[in-house]
Structures are given as C-alpha cells and as structure tokens.
C-alpha cells in the first residue's frame, strides 16, 4: 500500500510540474511516457480509482506533450505566443481536475492507515493541492497565461511551506523521491 501512495504523490508531482513548464511561455513540454507508465500499477496496487486517476494524467500530459510547437513556429506565427500557449493550458487544467482530485482523496484516505504525527499537516497540503487546482479550473476559461503562471507560484509557495512541516520520514508526506520521478519523466 505504502508504494502505492508513493506512485500517486510521483504522479501528482509531475503533473504540477508539468502545469508550471506549460504556464510559461515560450515553454515546450518534455513528457516520457515510458518512464511515467511504471505508476500506473503502483498506484492502482494501493487503490483502483487512484490507478485510473494516473492513467489519464499520462494521457494528458502525452497529449500535452504531442501539442508542443515547433521550434521556431512563433517566429512564424501572426498570432499572439499566449494565445497559443493558453490553447494547451487551459483545456489540461479542465480535463485534468477530476483525477487531480481523485488523486487528493485517495491521498488523504492512505494516509490514514500510516503511523504518524504529521497527517494533519499533511492532509491540509493535499487539500491546498485540491483547492488551488479547483481554483484552477474554476478560472480556466478567463484568466491568461501570466495570472496562470502566478497563480501556480503562489500555489507552489503555499506548498513549500507547508512541506517544510513535515518531517523527512518516507511514511509521510512528499519525499524527495517525487523529485527523482518529475526529473526523470518531465524534465529536459
């Protein structure tokens, strides 16, 4: 079960990094599907729903992936780069709410069954998590790339924070090992 949770924070990690590579501009979206595809059955080992979840984060952010411009392709383009950058933002934050959110309660509800002191705290970070994706999605439709891009530092800061008050047991909370998965699936 332990491994489970592990996978599901792995993907809710990437998935959050993968949201900030997109709200900046001129980004281009790494995404290797081969290396997110192992926390599909992670996850689903410690919950089918959270299984699921992760999947379609996979195939979002494969699809996200598949809608990078070419290099060059502003240069050319007669359009506005935020304009075309909010045709790939905006759309993955609506679609990708409903597993982000399975993603917060199958979350929480593990927790419950590890020892430690800290699963307040740690609730209350997946619950920021929750709320600022909701938030998200709520505002998707009329907000731009820049308020996008601040709102996820914002979001990011709030989640520093909080992590700060968790301690480093692997049991609980976020652990480095996320950073090692967002390395090897998202970043350049």
Aim: hydrophobic share 50%; glycine share 8%.
């Amino acid at each position: 079960m332990r491994d489970g949770l592990i996978a599901q924070q792995e993907a809710l990690a990437v998935y959050l990094y993968a949201l900030s590579v997109l709200a900046q501009e001129e980004s281009m979206l790494t995404f290797r599907s081969e290396a997110f595809a192992p926390l599909v059955p992670r996850a689903a080992s410690a919950d089918a729903a959270a299984g699921a979840a992760v999947a379609e984060i996979g195939r979002l952010l494969a699809a996200a992936r598949a809608a990078n411009l070419e290099p060059g392709a502003r240069a050319r383009s007669a359009g506005s780069p935020t304009v075309i950058e909010d045709l790939r933002l905006r759309p993955l934050i609506r679609a990708a709410d409903p597993p982000v959110q399975v993603l917060v309660g199958t979350l929480s509800r593990g927790m419950a069954a590890l020892p430690g002191s800290e699963q307040d705290t740690y609730r209350q970070l997946l619950a920021t998590i929750g709320e600022g994706h909701a938030l998200l999605k709520a505002r998707a439709s009329n907000i731009r790339q820049r308020e996008v891009e601040r709102e996820i530092h914002a979001q990011e800061d709030r989640l520093r924070r909080l992590m700060l008050l968790l301690a480093p047991d692997p049991a609980v909370g976020l652990q480095p090992g996320a950073a090692g998965t967002v390395g090897a699936v998202v970043q350049p």
